[in-house]
């Protein structure tokens, strides 16, 4: 297993906990119809995404360039994975939107905890979809043959 | 035009046979990774222009002789 992917395994690790944990706080009663007036839960979620970015960064560092070597099947994977990345998180935002569109069509308006759940499942969904996306890629190149 | 490239390669025989060198002795050479190379032997990953010259200079062969168009 090369160190890139490794690097990828723990980054869809550490963004699954992230999105896992953004869901059981929006899944929770109150959340979506209180979000201004919850600031317990607002300064939660902005600490989650500051665990989320910390990991990131300590990940880049572990798995630096001086420290696991990469070349240009390394770069072809992580284009790959990108382009790949881009089309899921098109389709999931263009699901979402749509969904709470249906959902709140008949009230006219739609409460502001959806577009910062939007705004923040964004982020994850793009993390996931690219480290998932470059241990396929890596997995699917060390299995054939 | 769109059809997918497939490219065949003798990269094992020459590494092992011609110039018995370990994947991690060619690629340290050649400038990339073990898996790298464990890539193009399984035939999983063709390599670009650069990386077949480099390949081919450390074996001591052509591009020609190391990569071929599958018919």
């Not at chain 1, 960064?57 to 360039?65: D, H, N, P, T, V």
Request: glycine fraction near 6%; charge should be positive.
């Amino acid at each position: 297993m090369s160190g890139k992917m490794k690097q990828n395994i723990f980054h869809f690790i550490l963004w699954f906990i992230v999105a896992v944990v953004l869901v059981i706080v929006f899944s929770t009663e109150g959340t979506i119809a209180q979000w201004g007036d919850n600031r317990t839960k607002t300064v939660l979620v902005a600490s989650l995404f500051l665990f989320g970015f910390s990991g990131d960064a300590i990940l880049r560092i572990i798995f630096s360039k001086k420290r696991v070597p990469t070349d240009e099947r390394d770069k072809y994977i992580q284009n790959k994975a990108l382009a790949v990345g881009y089309v899921i998180t098109l389709i999931y935002i263009f699901i979402l939107a749509i969904s709470i569109y249906t959902k709140y069509e008949n009230n006219g308006m739609v409460p502001v905890a959806w577009i910062w759940f939007i705004a923040y499942s964004l982020v994850i969904i793009a993390n996931l979809s690219v480290s998932a996306a470059s241990v396929y890629q890596y997995w699917k190149s060390d299995l054939n043959g | 035009m769109d059809e997918k490239l497939v490219i065949k390669n003798k990269l094992k025989y020459f590494r092992r046979v011609c110039s018995d060198l370990t994947q991690e002795e060619l690629a340290s050479a050649a400038g990339c990774t073990r898996q790298t190379i464990a890539a193009l032997e399984k035939g999983t990953y063709n390599p670009s222009l650069g990386l077949a010259l480099r390949i081919a200079r450390v074996l001591g062969v052509s591009v020609d002789e190391l990569f071929s168009l599958a018919e």
